[in-house]
């Protein structure tokens, strides 16, 4: 993953954040990394003043999302994302405490591109997200389409 | 609906009474008039036969007369003109009247009122038969005089008279008694006809009553039937309503479990998570610690102390969290089995409980236990469910023995009506009295805390039992063993909770 991409983490709770930061550094990622902590800023963030993502375009971007935010489900942020015409290939990795199936089978089939749950034992999750990280640094990120 | 309810009840209390009474009546009153009508026609032949007999008896008795007075007269022209054919004439009548007394006789046989009055007729026929016969044989020999002088005389006259009186009274008599017979006929008719025309009108008027009983009684079975009806939907739609609320409510409940597993879960990722990094910072303290220490050997120890006491209290933090962490999991897996839909199929019992106690054969070997699985019923339910079921209870009975005795489980079954019964026995260390109820709850356990486990087991099981329409109760003895006994119903009715 080239320096430039633009890490969006949609996260409510800051503990979690922090947590996934520091072991994603450790992995040595050293992107950008752009929390959030409500979906309603992240949506502003993506979808730019105008609501339609066109400001956005034209840059590499990254999503780990949250399904659990105070003000909206992650599942609607995943969606709005993956049916909007600029943003639809940013890769969006669910990174949440869920691991009911339905909830699972529901991320995949709106297109998201990788779903992690987030064991408790720390362990565990310091390295899920030190191999995600180190996933990050190979894969390819596409820049948003120019309408 | 109460006041429906005493109207309809009345009705049928009385349309049961009153009908078969009324058609006993109207069976009665056909039964008379048939009798009546055969008395009737019985009597009626009867007079027919009488008035044949009287006929008889009146023919008879005027053929004796006639024979008689053909005699007679025959014998007077013979003796007056003394002409053969008046005596050919005398003879063939002298001669017919005897079977004309004979058979007068033989037809008044019945008769002990006409015997004692014809008892004199034949002694009188005969007399006078003599008194012709003598005076024709008179002319005969030549003796002409003397026997026009004894027709002359009277005695033919006077017998002859005798004769006719006792013949006309009885003719009479006869004819008397066929009046009377005949107007007691009438007489008996009219009160037959009287009768039947009454007959008929009663059973006219049975046949009305009844038909208005029975409309009577079909309106108000309409209307209790139709107050039924009413009162039937009205309570299904009421048993849905409450199932519904039921349903919601158990659904309010699932999602809660579900929701506050998941919002319990959230924090400890950091607990967890910000214990171990501090335990990665201590580590780097002490390390540090150590190198600033250099020689000084009694900070050092002091240090080892910290270090010892730093560790002690993140292990009880994270052994804690690891503990809720569990408890957590199980709750969330309950709630997830409470929204699992069961798929009821048809399950041979023997090869489900069979291939769990394979799965445990190897652990049964290792703690010497003997595992019987006897012929079980089959049933139709959910297979995923019924396998958790048996694998905990089996897994338990293997888990709890009484120690310095060989283990031994064994697996029954029986069907009980629309039922089929399963028993998990074992002959482990059995569960206090007291803790009958208590096992089956959440986090609970009993005896001894010797073996891992989170007392998850039983309460799911028996949420699992219930979800399948069926109970659990349990046998058991403190040393002595216990018996777990699941009655689940034969085939699973799936709709109602499916819809859920």
Redo the contacts between chains.
Sequence with gaps: MTEHVQIIMIEDDEGHARLIEKNIRRAGVSNDITPFSNGTEALKFLFGTDGTGASNRGRAMLIMLDLNLPDMSGVDILKRVKENEHLKRIPVVVLTTTDDEREIKRCYDLGANVYITKPVNYDSFANAIRQLGLFFSVIKVPESTRA | MTSTETTAGSASQKSPGAQPLLLAIGFVIVILLSAASVWLVDRSSDDADTVIQTLDVQNSLSLILLNLRRAESAQRGYIITGQTPYRDEYQQAAKNTGPAVESATKSIENNLALQGLFSEVPVLVREKLAEMARSVELYDSGKVDEARTLVRGGEGRNLMEGIRNAIVTMYNNERQQLDRRRTESTRTNLYLLAASLLGSALILLIGGTSVYLVQRTSRQRDAAQQELKATNENLEAIVADRTADLREANDEIQRFA?IVS??L??????I??????IEAIKKGIFEQLTALRKDDTEALKKDVEMSRDFDESLGFIKGS??KM?RLINSILKLS?EGRREFKPEYISMDDLVKSIADTVAHRAAEKAIEVTVDTLPPIKSDRLALEQVFANLIDNAMKYTQPGRPGRVRIRGRVDHAQVVYEVEDNGRGIAEEDHQRIFDLFRRAGLQDQPGEGIGLAHVRALVRRLGGYMTLKSQLGEGTTFIVTLPRRMHVEERQAA
């Design positions: 579900y998941h919002d879960r959230s924090p400890l990722v950091n967890m998570g910000f214990t171990t990094e969290i690891g962490d997830r």
